[in-house]
């Protein structure tokens, strides 16, 4: 790899950690909120107000750590691996971040909410940092053939793959949650104003039952094809 890409991963290391202080430290405020005792399930009910603003607040992590990528990568390619690898790095010492100022999480199956776009996403803390040392290994590829190719591109074939293993992780994330609302309101009450404060009432009450990890292992499974694919086919190109 490159001194200059080597410098910028630094830098792009620098700034996703600073990122994923900044994220513990907000959630460490809201858990000696709302969970002085320590954070478990059943979540508990936030103020409306509260919750669009913690919803917008990670839409506008992910609007900055996109933009370190498209600010720093030289190719569409790389800006798409460099926000990836943001995204990972920032994930992971966000976690590690908890540990230390919280003593959370207790083990890596300990659940957790991931995220609330569009709907709660939940799992055990394994999971996700799994995916994001993934996603470094992907990123770091990608800046390693765009250093001997300029031209490095990913293929139709790759990103249907990695679109297909993204999609079966979202959906091992929200499976359950998606499970325990369904089996009390139908699709169309989703969409239903009338009915916001009544779901989200009965949302407080979720607490996990199980984690689908064969639908999270086959996502992983085509995420790993997709950078076996990418890498065997620059190699040969190289």
């Not at 933009?67 to 390619?77: D, F, P, Q, Y």
């Not at 999971?127 to 770091?140: C, E, K």
């Not at 009338?194 to 999270?216: C, I, N, Q």
Request: glycine share 6%; hydrophobic share 55%; with cysteine.
């Amino acid at each position: 790899m490159q001194k200059t890409t080597s410098r910028t991963i630094l830098y792009l290391t620098v700034f996703s950690l600073a990122m994923g202080y900044l994220e513990s430290a907000v959630v460490v405020y809201l858990r000696r909120i709302y969970y002085p005792e320590g954070f478990d399930f059943p979540l508990k009910a936030i103020e409306p107000g509260i919750g669009l603003t913690e919803i917008l607040r990670e839409a506008a992590t992910l609007i900055m750590l996109a933009g370190a990528g498209i600010l720093t990568g030289r190719t569409r390619t790389e800006k798409f691996g460099f926000f990836i690898f943001c995204f990972a790095v920032w994930d992971i010492f966000y976690y590690l971040f908890l540990k230390l100022l919280l003593g959370w999480p207790e083990s890596s199956l300990t659940w957790d909410i991931l995220f609330l776009i569009p709907v709660t996403w939940v799992g055990p803390v394994i999971g996700p940092v799994i995916n994001s040392l993934t996603m470094i290994a992907l990123a770091l590829l990608i800046s390693h053939f765009t250093d001997r190719s300029i031209s490095t591109r990913i293929s139709v074939h790759e990103w249907l793959l990695l679109i297909a293993g993204s999609l079966a992780m979202i959906l091992a994330y929200t499976w359950d949650y998606m499970k325990f609302m369904l089996g009390k309101y139908e699709v169309s009450d989703f969409f239903s104003l009338t009915r916001h404060k009544e779901m989200l009432d009965t949302a407080t009450g979720y607490v996990p039952s199980g984690f689908p990890w064969w639908l999270y292992v086959m996502g992983e499974l085509l995420l790993l094809a997709a950078m076996v694919l990418f890498a065997k086919r620059n190699v040969r190109v190289a």
